[in-house]
């Protein structure tokens, strides 16, 4: 699948801002995607709202096909990764994770972010609360005071 795009450049970055909410920088030959909310179907399942069980797997399978067509070295998660704590959705998670051993992954952590940071750190995702990257601040809500626009959710 050949994703469409719209390149951008800003602060002397070139971006490729994707149909599928997520941007490839070339510069850092990376993704980023923020409020992605993995196990959020999970989440809404055991609450008793129906919703399709394959639709988690859809949102990896999109995540699989970005990887692939741009072969990035990392992926920044801009916070809320997964909707809640733990479910099934996970499992389905760490198996995806396992398709991509080499790619580096950081998180920026959101106000959804609480599984324990134990999990994400055996799966070699790196954690933040915010990380200065290029002429880039990564962060999940803006900064009262900020002087420059957040990249993050």
């Given at each position: 699948?050949?994703?469409?795009?719209?390149?951008?450049?800003?602060?002397?970055?070139?971006?490729?801002?994707?149909?599928?909410?997520a941007i490839y920088w070339k510069q850092q030959n990376?993704?980023?995607?923020?409020?992605?909310?993995?196990?959020?179907?999970?989440?809404?399942?055991?609450?008793?709202?129906?919703?399709?069980?394959?639709?988690?797997?859809?949102?990896?399978?999109?995540?699989?096909?970005?990887?692939?067509?741009?072969?990035?070295?990392?992926?920044?998660?801009?916070?809320?990764?997964?909707?809640?704590?733990?479910n099934n959705d996970w499992d389905w998670f760490v198996?995806?994770?396992?398709?991509?051993?080499?790619?580096?992954?950081?998180?920026?952590?959101?106000?959804?972010?609480?599984?324990?940071?134990?999990?994400?750190?055996?799966?070699?995702?790196?954690?933040?609360?915010?990380?200065?990257?290029?002429?880039?601040?990564?962060?999940?809500h803006p900064l009262p005071n900020a002087t420059q626009?957040?990249?993050?959710?």
């Open positions: 699948m050949i994703s469409a795009g719209t390149t951008f450049q800003f602060l002397d970055q070139d971006l490729l801002l994707l149909p599928q909410k990376a993704l980023i995607a923020a409020d992605v909310h993995f196990g959020k179907v999970g989440h809404f399942r055991k609450a008793g709202i129906a919703i399709p069980r394959n639709m988690e797997q859809d949102d990896l399978a999109v995540l699989s096909d970005l990887i692939y067509e741009h072969r990035p070295e990392k992926i920044y998660f801009l916070g809320d990764l997964f909707h809640s704590d733990m198996l995806w994770r396992s398709q991509f051993p080499k790619l580096e992954i950081i998180l920026i952590k959101g106000n959804h972010d609480i599984i324990s940071d134990q999990h994400y750190l055996k799966l070699g995702v790196t954690l933040y609360k915010e990380l200065a990257v290029g002429p880039f601040l990564m962060l999940h626009k957040a990249a993050g959710g």
